[in-house]
């Protein structure tokens, strides 16, 4: 596997509070990626980052903000939770060079109440 | 903007049978890399196979094949001799500058 580690695994919150998950990376790849899953959808872009505090919104980035300070984290936040928020989060990371084969997360699973 | 779209939510296929999941994207560049990723109950994503936009040979990795039809943005996913492990959600993904998925086909395996 390529050392990605997302945390919590699981999360209940209550709406309105502020969340913020980790994805921690140890191969030093530039590249990482949020996705939500939700039934029917498959895998949206939240945001994605292509260097230190350099970060590009992806298809459904509204509620949410990133940061990166450190190549090996990437923190996603809900500034104020709320129930269509809750699904399953991905963190992704891609090699820099070739195919750009991504490796993934186990995911998170938020639940908003 | 870069789309992926997969049009079969579900599929059915018998043990040992052949079964074809379908994937067509729009994108305006001209290179690109195309996957497929399998998602068992785990919720692990495993990488199954991939393709270079550039190379006209289409992809194999054992059992999995691919339909590459560029001109038609056509990415078609084949499994051949189905075992009940194949049972999972089967994405498809694109990149191009960044990664975009389809929304997934289930496709379960009967014995």
Same mark, same amino acid.
């Given at each position: 596997?390529?050392? %990605?580690?997302? @945390?919590?695994?699981? /999360?209940? #919150?209550?709406? *309105?509070?502020?969340?913020?998950?980790?994805?921690?990376?140890?191969?030093?790849?530039?590249?990482?990626?949020?996705?939500?899953?939700?039934?029917?959808?498959?895998?949206?872009? %939240?945001?994605? @980052?292509?260097?230190? /505090?350099? #970060?590009?919104? *992806?298809?459904?980035?509204?509620?949410?903000?990133?940061?990166?300070?450190?190549?090996?984290?990437?923190?996603?936040?809900?500034?104020?939770?709320?129930?269509?928020?809750?699904?399953?989060?991905?963190?992704?990371?891609?090699?820099?060079?070739?195919?750009?084969?991504?490796?993934?997360?186990?995911?998170?699973?938020?639940?908003?109440? | 903007?870069?789309?992926?779209?997969?049009?079969?939510?579900?599929?059915?296929?018998?043990?040992?049978?052949?079964?074809?999941?379908?994937?067509?994207?729009?994108?305006?560049?001209?290179?690109?890399?195309?996957?497929?990723?399998?998602?068992?109950?785990?919720?692990?994503?495993?990488?199954?196979?991939?393709?270079?936009?550039?190379?006209?040979?289409?992809?194999?990795?054992?059992?999995?094949?691919?339909?590459?039809?560029?001109?038609?943005?056509?990415?078609?996913?084949?499994?051949?001799?189905?075992?009940?492990?194949?049972?999972?959600?089967?994405?498809?993904?694109?990149?191009?500058?960044?990664?975009?998925?389809?929304?997934?086909?289930?496709?379960?395996?009967?014995?």
């Amino acid at each position: 596997d390529a050392g %990605i580690t997302q @945390s919590p695994r699981h /999360k209940v #919150t209550e709406t *309105g509070t502020p969340v913020t998950l980790r994805c921690h990376q140890t191969e030093n790849h530039r590249y990482m990626y949020w996705y939500r899953q939700d039934p029917g959808h498959g895998l949206r872009l %939240i945001h994605y @980052s292509y260097g230190v /505090k350099d #970060t590009d919104k *992806g298809e459904v980035s509204d509620g949410y903000s990133v940061s990166r300070s450190k190549t090996e984290d990437f923190l996603l936040t809900l500034e104020s939770a709320t129930s269509s928020q809750t699904s399953v989060y991905f963190c992704a990371i891609s090699v820099d060079q070739g195919p750009r084969i991504a490796f993934f997360g186990q995911g998170t699973r938020l639940t908003v109440v | 903007a870069q789309t992926v779209t997969q049009s079969q939510p579900e599929m059915s296929v018998q043990e040992a049978e052949t079964v074809t999941l379908s994937c067509t994207y729009d994108t305006s560049e001209s290179d690109y890399y195309l996957f497929w990723y399998k998602q068992p109950p785990s919720r692990q994503m495993i990488l199954v196979i991939r393709q270079e936009a550039y190379k006209q040979q289409n992809a194999t990795e054992n059992r999995f094949s691919v339909n590459f039809q560029k001109a038609a943005k056509s990415f078609s996913l084949k499994i051949s001799d189905s075992q009940l492990g194949d049972a999972a959600m089967y994405f498809c993904a694109f990149y191009g500058n960044k990664l975009v998925f389809g929304a997934g086909t289930i496709l379960r395996v009967k014995s």
